[in-house]
């Protein structure tokens, strides 16, 4: 977490840098790799979807894989929390330690009607991150920070499982997919500050960036699934 803290020091120290930060979009932008990659050949069928659904996410910083599935269409609702460890451990600066076995997550509450869960997954791996970055995303380092799907149900794990093996035969990525797939014990949403991160703080040089330009990527490169307002934790609250 310290290294997030470092960048945004280094930035506050750059005049200008602050009031330009709309300006530097879009080199931001162009240095994000992203793609669209294939579907996946094991999904739900929409026959057998059901009511809303949840899956369980985590793919570095919780800002950025929270911003793009808040766009995203079918999602409800996204949380940003803590997966893979203790309910007793599962506070900000105790997971940032890298100790405690979370993982920086997003817990996402979808219509299978709108959106499939592989199609979440889809999202999920080519623009929410990088699932070749072994415990690490962009500026942040540690096991909290690493890829890897909380599974739900055997239906979900088969999915997952199964798109990972996909993908690594295509040879997609120019190195091997690191993410894990495991069944999710329990989830616990981070903070409230933490919530909505990247929208109400769209000048902050972190999420200028490392975040906006996944949103854009997402609007690119899955235009028929963008939604420009983005579902809120905070409205929701508010409700």
């Known amino acids: 977490m310290m290294l997030r803290r470092n960048l945004l ?5 750059a005049i200008a840098l602050i009031g330009v930060g709309r300006l530097i979009m879009a080199p931001a932008a162009q240095a ?42 079918g999602v409800t609702k996204a949380v940003s929390g803590y997966a893979g460890g203790s309910k007793e451990s599962a506070s900000y600066e105790t997971v940032s330690s890298g100790r ?5 997550s997003v817990e996402l509450t979808f219509d299978p009607n709108v959106i ?14 990088d699932p070749t970055e072994l415990d690490r995303q962009g500026p942040d380092e540690g096991p909290q920070y690493r890829s890897q799907i909380f599974t739900t ?20 990525f120019p190195h091997p997919i690191v993410t894990k797939v495991g069944a999710l ?5 981070a903070e409230g500050y933490h919530q909505d991160y990247a929208t109400l703080h769209p000048n902050n040089l972190y999420i200028v960036y490392n975040d906006l330009p996944k949103i854009e990527n997402l609007k ?20």
């Open 100 to 104: 405690t076995g979370h993982a920086e």
């Open 153 to 172: 149900n055997d239906a979900q794990a088969k999915i997952a499982t199964a798109y990972i093996a996909q993908l690594d035969r295509a040879g997609t």
């Open 116 to 129: 499939s869960y592989g199609t979440i997954l889809q999202i999920y791996f080519s623009v929410a991150h």
């Open 185 to 189: 014990t329990a989830f616990y949403p």
């Open 9 to 13: 020091l280094v930035g506050a120290t």
């Open 32 to 73: 994000e790799q992203a793609t669209v990659l294939p579907a996946p050949a094991v999904d739900q069928p929409a026959a057998q979807a059901g009511g809303l659904q949840t899956a369980v996410l985590a793919g570095g910083c919780f800002w950025g894989v929270q911003a793009v599935f808040q766009h995203t269409k």
């Open 220 to 239: 690119r490169l899955f235009p028929d699934r963008y939604r420009p307002t983005p579902v809120l934790v905070t409205a929701s609250n508010a409700n």
